[in-house]
């Protein structure tokens, strides 16, 4: 078992190219960077990744670009939860066999209102299919995307049949009392050796995640930011961890404040990588306009806020 | 281009042998009894079809088969929307190719709160890769599982561009108030040759849709009942039109009664059929219990209710 994945962690932005295809070198050279200004890992094929947009096999293809350019598989956490119970298998089948450090899963998200008994299922299905004792499965609750959820008695039931393989939670709900129920009830209680990691859905609550007993935070931010976020993570315990807090909340606020995340995440490196076609989006989504472009640039300037090296 | 199909579809439930693979078998069988007994179409990988629980491979693996069985491609209109642009134009090129009647088309519904703008893309993206005039794409509208809804605004700009590709919609709203906004703007209304079709999404809106200019019903409940809503669709300009609505009406209830809706479906077919492996589900889906399977079906055999031919 390779050692698990703390501190800050990337949902990575997905280049196209003109024709929106996946576009692999942009995709590596973006990773690296990532790793090299404050990434612990990656989360690729998240749902800022337009995972969803993407097929299986272009998500397998771009997971096999990465590792065969050189990114190491024990810092990768790819997405692999679909709507469709093979294609989650498939897809963590794939990342177990190229020596993923773990996969960070949703439950199917089509059908809403169902119960936990069947997304219980599906999870165990997906394990016992794999039937890989290097699998480490990060739970995805994020409510306000996917419309459902993983609960309390959901995790407790998988984390009861597989402790060695329930290996954590990242919670996009945006709800810190969802957050603070999550590490009150799992946190040093798991079965398994490891314990049950908390990373936080954004950080915004980076602070408060590490203080009760988190391990870090997969977050859209950490695309554009990884070096502030880090130095926040790095710097929790330290007099200066609120400013460090806060400064990293700034840059997150400009960024949240576009009529949506994705396109602002990928307008942010078009400009400072000096490389207009990384603001390609897939339909469903749009591209921010030269007018919302600019006008978050600036914000992001006031801020003092810098890419360093992503030229 | 063949004729459009009108009247009464199924989305046609998706039969799983005992380790949850899609069963061709049964699946051929059960679409050549619908149409055998009332149904004019089958929209095959409809939400009630578990469609979304099914890899692109597994539904292309399905329509290769029923088509190979000898069941008309021009009776098929099968789902084809997904969250991936890819896998959408794939299954929907898959489809036109076979000769299929129509696709049945979802938005890519993971982001939630998307423009109309990025919806507009996605389609006509799809429209234009698959590149075939042959191609008649029907909207599926259905804002309670999909969340992510298919306005009368986007509508117009489709018809627009695209007045012979896009041929009607199925409204599974829910709401008459939405269904009567829609035929209103572009029954008649539209570019193509044949005009803008509207299905009701469930057979309890039949007889007002088809007073207000639509042209039948694409619903979950066709897969039990498809002789009785049959009747009540060529029954619709008749003195009986109100009391086959009423009749079917009645089964529709108890169908709805039970905590979901597929697992209801799938157990009447096998209580029906005499066939206990019908009740099987993907997760996270969840089958009836026992209970609740005796339960319906007293309800149901109550109202005189019967599949004729089913066995």
Known sequence: MTERLKGVLAPVVTPFTQDLAPDAKRFVRHC?????????????????SEANSLSAEERMMLLEELVQAGVPAEKLMPGTGCCALTDSVRLTAHAVKLGCAGVLM?????????????????????????????????????????????????????????PRIVAGIKDSSGDWNNTQAVLDAFVGKSGGKQGFDVFAGSEVFLLRNMRAGGVGCITAGANVNPHGIDRAYRGWETPEAEKLQASIDAVRKVLQSQVSMIPALK??????????????????????TADQQSAMVKALQALGFEMPGIR
């Open 267 to 288: 307008a942010t490196i078009a400009h400072y990588a000096g490389d207009a076609g990384w603001s390609a989006v897939r339909p469903p989504l749009v591209e921010l």
């Open 32 to 48: 690296k960077w990532l790793l090299g200004h404050g990434c612990s890992g990656l989360a690729v094929f998240g749902t800022n």
């Open 106 to 162: 949703l439950p199917p998200f089509y059908y809403k209102g169902v119960p936990d008994e069947g997304l219980f299922r599906n999870f165990a299905e997906v394990i016992e299919r794999v039937a890989d004792e290097r699998l480490q499965l990060y739970l995805y609750h994020i409510p306000p995307v996917a419309q459902v959820p993983i609960t309390l008695g959901l995790i407790e039931r998988l984390l009861a049949r597989y």
